[in-house]
């Protein structure tokens, strides 16, 4: 079904009849504000923690990859901004190396992911390491009210991966976490609170050290 594949294969089934009609629009959402934040000049594009791709195949970057447990999708675009080579290959799961040459990417997006990671630090380390001078950070990560409201959407789909509701995310992260660990590796260009602040948005410029 084209609904399911547009939004990251969701498991309609196990999401509660809140959650079909929320998770959609969230996703959509989010990856869209995402999108209006990549810089214009963004060459090669890296989104971490995408899924099945929406974000790189509603970007106009030449060349952009996305990145997931679940699969890896490489796009390359014309001039006009035409796709004209897909790849699809395996996933990849986070340890503490991301499998890129150093400043290759030009803006990197990691969007509702930095939350299910336990070493952030390892993870940020890594996206400065692969981004190019002054790259571009986009990040969106939700408040801790969120786990308020999961019960509420979802019954354990495949969102989850397998895990219960309480189990989902590793932290919850605001502002001034956040100025932690980026702390000498990223500033901060725009912070914004979204989806009734029940999401953040940071945006960030790399720190040449």
């Known amino acids: 079904m084209d ?16 959650g079909r009609l929320i998770y959609p629009w969230a996703i959509k959402s989010r990856n869209q504000l995402a999108i209006r934040n990549i810089p214009k000049n963004t060459n090669e594009l890296l989104d971490f923690g995408g899924g099945y791709g929406y974000l790189i195949k509603n970007t106009t970057c030449q060349k952009a990859i996305s990145i997931d447990e679940k699969a890896k999708l490489s796009l390359l675009r ?16 986070f340890s503490d190396k991301i499998p890129f040459e150093d400043e290759r990417f030009d803006c990197i997006t990691a969007i509702a992911i930095i939350e299910h990671i336990k070493n952030i ?20 990560t939700p408040s801790s009210i969120v786990d308020k ?7 354990g789909s495949n969102q989850l991966r397998g895990k219960k509701v309480s189990e989902e995310h590793e932290h919850y992260l605001n502002r001034e976490q956040m100025q932690k660990y980026t702390k000498n590796m990223f500033q901060l260009q725009t912070y914004r609170r979204f989806q009734f602040g029940l999401n953040q948005l940071f945006v960030y410029k790399k720190i040449n050290i």
């Open 78 to 93: 014309d001039t006009d901004g035409k796709i004209i080579n897909e790849n699809y290959s395996d996933g990849f799961l």
């Open 3 to 18: 609904k399911l594949n547009n939004y990251n294969n969701l498991d309609f089934e196990n999401l509660t009849f809140i």
């Open 121 to 140: 630090k390892s993870l940020l380390e890594e996206f400065h390491r692969i981004l190019s001078e002054s790259g571009a950070l986009i990040i969106t």
């Open 149 to 155: 409201i999961l019960p509420l959407l979802d019954k």
